[in-house]
């Protein structure tokens, strides 16, 4: 999580730089907004705060922040997106569905997104090498890793004969089709297990395959 809130704060820090300077001149400080599908206390969170502490920006001093949490309830991020949206804040900090609520309601204030495995599938960018619109941060899964980390389970376990893989329809598409092509190349059978995201009052739906 440390690691996480470091490399989110680098690419926050790009972002914000030049915008901390522009509220400065205007008597303004810099306002960035987190949306979170959780609630607080949020590990991330702190390490974020730690991590903007750690370059010099303060929570009430020199910036602010607008937390929105929907409360383990996705459904509310598009009006919590908006929100933010509606208090033009500077930029938008969020990961996964949370950041794609964000993309639907703005197209102008720059977000960035924190841990989301496949921000490809999920829609968030148009690729890696070349993001395109106002979506930028960190991809802790890329389809080239699920290769590597296959085979080297391989290495530790060369008679290992089926492995399973849990995956999210909505957003780990590129990453199940990476799995298969390494599930061949190795030798080895795939077991998939479909795991969707929760609706309000319901439980949690598994398939395997």
């Known amino acids: 999580m440390r690691l996480i809130g470091l490399v989110v704060i680098l690419a926050l820090s790009l972002i ?12 303004k400080i810099a306002r960035i907004g987190i949306l979170r599908v959780g609630s607080p206390p949020d590990p991330y969170v702190e390490a974020f705060r730690q991590g903007l502490r750690e370059l010099g920006y303060v929570e009430g001093r020199n910036i ?20 933010l949206v509606r208090l033009k ?13 964000a993309k639907h309601a703005t ?12 921000p490809i599938g999920a829609g968030l960018v148009a690729s890696l090498a070349r993001p395109g619109g106002n979506v930028t941060g960190l991809a802790t899964l890329t389809e080239e890793m699920v290769g590597k980390w296959m085979e080297l389970l ?3 376990l060369p008679r290992v004969a089926r492995i399973a893989v849990l995956w999210d329809p909505a957003t780990s598409a590129g990453q199940l089709s990476a799995s298969e092509v390494a599930a ?7 077991q998939t297990v ?3 995201r929760r609706e309000a009052g319901r439980p949690p739906r598994r398939a395997a395959h």
């Open 16 to 27: 914000l730089a030049p915008l901390a300077a522009e509220a400065r001149q205007a008597g």
């Open 64 to 83: 602010s922040i607008e937390y929105r949490w929907a409360e383990g309830r996705e459904e509310r991020l598009p009006g919590l997106a908006a929100d």
């Open 89 to 101: 804040v500077d930029v938008i900090v969020a990961s996964a569905s949370a950041a794609l609520a």
């Open 107 to 118: 197209t102008a204030i720059p977000i960035v997104m924190a841990a989301t495995t496949d």
């Open 154 to 156: 391989k290495g530790v």
């Open 184 to 190: 061949r190349s190795l030798g080895v059978r795939l």
């Open 194 to 196: 479909t795991v969707r």
